[in-house]
């Protein structure tokens, strides 16, 4: 068995907190127990039992189950061909939703990737020594856990899931807004956030509103000015320069989308907000 625990504060988006691999004895079990982190078991080799929720499933090579925290569980190898298997515990703000992008939850656990699981494979081998690979072995295992997500999502065969609990759509929200606050500068759309995300335009739109009380197209425009205002103070730049730091190559719309939201031009804001105290 090979595992290593660590807690990495740089990366609270997804962090990763032990992983390793396990030939198990025949009827090797864990549990009926519980974990406060979420984990992911793959299946390598052989056969065994997954028990959670009031349902038990049967897993061979080329599957996986997921355990979400403080949901118990009970899993347990074959007698007679007994399961091989990888494993990665993590926690983080983006491990929700990229869950719910790989359609897996506490009542949907399962994945299958069959045969063709050489990727999947090859993504845990990379995880597991990386550690030992070179100096930058947290930032390496951190990549390649993301890249394990990557592969779930790609085999996911149910699109456009959509959140059932709260905590799933302010999580959501949250990165409408993240996304926002790292692309503003650039040529986004809510379709492209939407994509972005995961999940249909129309339903992204819907739970933002809901949740923030404006539509992402307003909240994208307000931020824009916000942080165009801010630039306004800085004399060395001019009104180009700010538009189209803030994402607009139309210095014209620019200015009235400016006047629109902060109730005066570019221009006139700027000489009032600079201009000294009498």
Request: proline share 3%; charged share 20%; with cysteine.
């Amino acid at each position: 068995m090979i595992t290593y625990m660590f807690k990495n504060t740089h990366f609270q988006e997804l962090q990763l907190l032990h992983y390793g691999t396990e030939a198990c004895t025949p009827g090797h079990h864990f549990g009926p127990a519980m974990r406060d982190y979420y984990k992911i078991h793959y299946v390598l080799n052989g056969k065994g039992t997954f028990e959670v929720a009031g349902k038990t499933y049967q897993l061979r090579k080329g599957q996986g189950f997921l355990i979400v925290p403080h949901s118990v569980v009970h899993y347990k190898a074959d007698q007679d061909d007994p399961w091989e298997y990888s494993w990665v515990a993590f926690q983080g703000t983006h491990s929700a939703s990229f869950l719910q992008q790989a359609s897996l939850s506490e009542q949907h656990p399962i994945f299958d990737l069959g045969e063709e699981d050489d990727e999947m494979r090859s993504c845990l081998h990379r995880i597991i020594h990386s550690r030992t690979a070179h100096k930058g072995w947290e930032i390496s295992m951190t990549g390649w856990l993301y890249q394990f997500f990557a592969i779930l999502i790609d085999h996911s065969h149910d699109e456009n899931v959509q959140p059932t609990a709260e905590y799933g759509k302010e999580t959501y929200v949250t990165q409408v807004i993240d996304f926002i606050e790292m692309n503003y500068a650039n040529a986004i759309t809510v379709q492209s956030i939407a994509s972005h995300i995961g999940l249909q335009r129309s339903y992204l739109c819907s739970l933002f509103k809901d949740q923030i009380g404006s539509s992402i197209q307003s909240y994208l425009v307000h931020y824009r000015m916000r942080r165009a205002a801010e630039l306004t103070l800085d004399l060395s730049l001019s009104i180009g320069d700010i538009a189209r730091s803030v994402g607009y190559t139309d210095q014209l719309l620019f200015s009235k989308m400016f006047k629109k939201v902060l109730g005066e031009a570019p221009t006139y804001y700027r000489k009032h907000k600079t201009a000294p105290s009498p």
